[in-house]
């Protein structure tokens, strides 16, 4: 098991910046990866950012140049840094890990989701 808490959302004006934490009850080492995933009223759940294990990283093309994902592995803490907010940004943003116990079973953990919104 694993317990993911996230924190740092807020309401920003459009340009803004926030920066989401989200910290785990154990070592980051143990999960294949991390990463933050949002979903808008109506929408479904989209994929933000991801950081590896070994510290590769993947962004959605509407957040490429604006967003960094980076993780502290002392503090069992993985950051996403949003720059140049948008309207289109306001969601629930959600922390994920994930495992590899063995092949081809993957386990998802979650946390709570923390609200960002963004005001035009």
């Known amino acids: 098991q694993a317990q993911l808490v996230e924190s740092g959302g807020g309401l920003v004006q459009a340009g803004g910046s926030l920066r989401l934490s989200c910290a785990a009850s154990?070592?980051?080492?143990?999960?294949?990866?991390m990463g933050w995933y949002r979903q808008a009223p109506g929408k479904q759940r989209e994929l933000v950012a991801t950081?590896?294990?070994?510290?590769?990283?993947n962004y959605a093309d509407s957040v490429k140049g604006r967003f960094t994902i980076s993780r502290d592995n002392a503090k069992n803490t993985v950051y996403l840094q949003m720059n140049s907010l948008k309207p289109e940004d306001t969601a629930v943003y959600y922390c994920n890990a994930n495992r590899k116990p063995m092949p081809g079973i993957t386990t998802n953990y979650w946390g709570q989701g923390t609200q960002v919104t963004v005001s035009s």
């Open positions: 950081i590896t294990s070994g510290g590769s990283t």
């Open positions: 154990g070592s980051i080492f143990s999960f294949n990866a």
